[in-house]
C-alpha cells in the first residue's frame, strides 16, 4: 500500500520513479541508504544522494551513478518486458520475509540488508508465491544421480503446492526449475544481475517459461551485468523468499554453503541431500551434515517436516475482544488505528514508536488474520473480528518469527 492513502496520484509516482532512481544508484543492498530513507522518506532520501547532502558513509556508495536519471525509462523498460518494480510501498510486497532480513547486523556482513526494490517479471503476485516456498540449490555440474534427486524432491514440493525457489544456474538450480514446471507448479528464479539479461545467456527460454509461469524476481535494476560478488548477495534473496534452503550436490567450496549461511541467520531450517560417500559432487553437503550445518534429508516429507508451517496449540477459550490475545507490536499496531476512520503508517509509527518497516510488516499480519483492512485513506479496524481472527494472528506471527 502506498503510504498516502489520500495522497496526490502524481505523488505516489514520484515516491515510485524516487525507488527506482535510487534501486539504479547502488545497484544491490545498501544497509545506510535502507537507514536514511526509513529515516527521512524515499523522496528526501533521493534528494540529498542527488544534492550530495549525505553522511560520509554514503558518498562513496553513491558517488559514481547518482548522477543517471533513468527512472522513467527504467519503469518503461520492465513493463515493456511484461514486468514491474515492487516497491515496500507496495501490497505484493512480501514484508514478513523482507523482516527477517532487516534484524540481521550489516556490521557482520555489508549484504544483510533489505533489497530498495524487486524487479519481477510475471503476472503472479511476488506476496502469494513465497507464502509457502522451499529453496532448491545445489552444484552447477551436477551428477545424473543429483539431477534424479532434485527432480524427485522438487517435482513433489511443486506438486503439492509449495513454491520453488532456486537461482537459474546450471545444474541442480536449473533441474529444480525445470521439476516444478514440469509437474504445473510454481517457481522462482532469484538473478544476480537485471531482469532482462538472463544468466547464464543458454537459460534465456527457461527463464522466459518461469516468466511466463511463475516469477523472475531480481534486486538489480534493468541492463545490469552479473558480477561475483551480487551471486553472494543474491543468496541472501534466495533464502529470506523461502521458509527453509535445501541443497542438493555441494562441492567442498560450493557457493551452496553461502545460501545455507544466510539461511541459518535467518532462523530457517538448512537441509542437505547426502549422496554416494565416494561422489566429490556430495563432500560439502556430508561436510553441512556432519557438522550440525544442516539436517539430512532424503525426500519431500523430511523437507516439510522441517520447513513446513508451524501446527500451534491455541487456548481452548479465546477471549471474544482479539485484543486480549494479541501482544508486542501486533497490539501496539492494532491499538493505534482509532475505532472509525483510518491511518496511515507513518501515523501509527508516531504513536508506537515502532520503525516504519516493522509497522508495514504488522499491518500485514494483522490484515492476513483479518483484524484490519486498507483502503485509499489508509489502514483501518474491521468491524467484526472474533475468535477466528485471533488464532490467525497467532499463527501467523508464530510462523514468520
Given at each position: 500500500m502506498h503510504e498516502g492513502g489520500s495522497v496526490a496520484s502524481g505523488d505516489a509516482e514520484e515516491r515510485r520513479l524516487a525507488w527506482v532512481y535510487l534501486s539504479r544508484v547502488v545497484e544491490g543492498p545498501c544497509a545506510a541508504l535502507s537507514a536514511l530513507i526509513e529515516s527521512v522518506g524515499v523522496v528526501e532520501a533521493a534528494r540529498a544522494v542527488r544534492e550530495r547532502a549525505l553522511p560520509e558513509v554514503l558518498r562513496g556508495p553513491t558517488e559514481l551513478?547518482?548522477?543517471?536519471e533513468r527512472a522513467e525509462a527504467d519503469l518503461a523498460h520492465?513493463?515493456?518486458?511484461g514486468g514491474?518494480?515492487?516497491t515496500p510501498e507496495?501490497?505484493?510486497?512480501p514484508a514478513w520475509r523482507m523482516l527477517g532480513l532487516r534484524q540481521l547486523d550489516p556490521a557482520q556482513d555489508a549484504d544483510a540488508a533489505v533489497p530498495l526494490v524487486l524487479w519481477v517479471r510475471g503476472s503472479r503476485s511476488l506476496l502469494e508465491t513465497t507464502e509457502r516456498a522451499v529453496a532448491v540449490v545445489g552444484a552447477r555440474c551436477s551428477t545424473g544421480y543429483g539431477n534424479h534427486a532434485t527432480g524427485e524432491i522438487a517435482g513433489e514440493l511443486a506438486a503439492r503446492g509449495w513454491t520453488v525457489v532456486s537461482g537459474a544456474a546450471f545444474g541442480i538450480d536449473g533441474m529444480a526449475h525445470r521439476a516444478a514446471l514440469g509437474v504445473g507448479g510454481m517457481t522462482i528464479a532469484v538473478l544476480?544481475?537485471?531482469?532482462?539479461r538472463p544468466y547464464p545467456v543458454q537459460h534465456d527460454h527457461l527463464l522466459a517459461e518461469i516468466a511466463d509461469r511463475g516469477l523472475v524476481v531480481t534486486e538489480y535494476p534493468p541492463g545490469t551485468s552479473a558480477r561475483k560478488h551480487q551471486f553472494l548477495a543474491r543468496n541472501r534473496l534466495i533464502a529470506?523468499?523461502?521458509?527453509?534452503?535445501v541443497v542438493v550436490e555441494a562441492g567442498i567450496r560450493s557457493g551452496s554453503r553461502n545460501t545455507v549461511k544466510w539461511c541459518r541467520r535467518l532462523g530457517r531450517p538448512a537441509m542437505a541431500v547426502p549422496g554416494p560417500i565416494t561422489s566429490v559432487a556430495s563432500v560439502g553437503c556430508h561436510r553441512m551434515i556432519r557438522e550440525g550445518e544442516a539436517f539430512i534429508v532424503t525426500r519431500a516429507e523430511d523437507i516439510l517436516?522441517?520447513?513446513g508451517p508451524l501446527r500451534l496449540s491455541l487456548p481452548g477459550a479465546v477471549p471474544p475482544n482479539p485484543e486480549d490475545n494479541l501482544s508486542g507490536d501486533e497490539a501496539l499496531v492494532l491499538a493505534a488505528l482509532p475505532a472509525t476512520g483510518s491511518r496511515l503508517p507513518r501515523a501509527v509509527v508516531t504513536d508506537t514508536g515502532l520503525a516504519l518497516p516493522t509497522v508495514r510488516a504488522t499491518l500485514s499480519a494483522l490484515e492476513i488474520a483479518g483484524l484490519v483492512g486498507c483502503d485509499g485513506h489508509g489502514w483501518y479496524r474491521m468491524r467484526s473480528s472474533g475468535a477466528s481472527g485471533t488464532g490467525a494472528i497467532v499463527a501467523a506471527h508464530e510462523q514468520h518469527r
Open positions: 551513478r547518482r548522477g543517471i520492465i513493463e515493456r518486458l514491474r518494480v515492487v507496495d501490497a505484493e510486497w544476480a544481475c537485471g531482469p532482462d529470506a523468499l523461502a521458509d527453509g534452503v517436516d522441517e520447513a
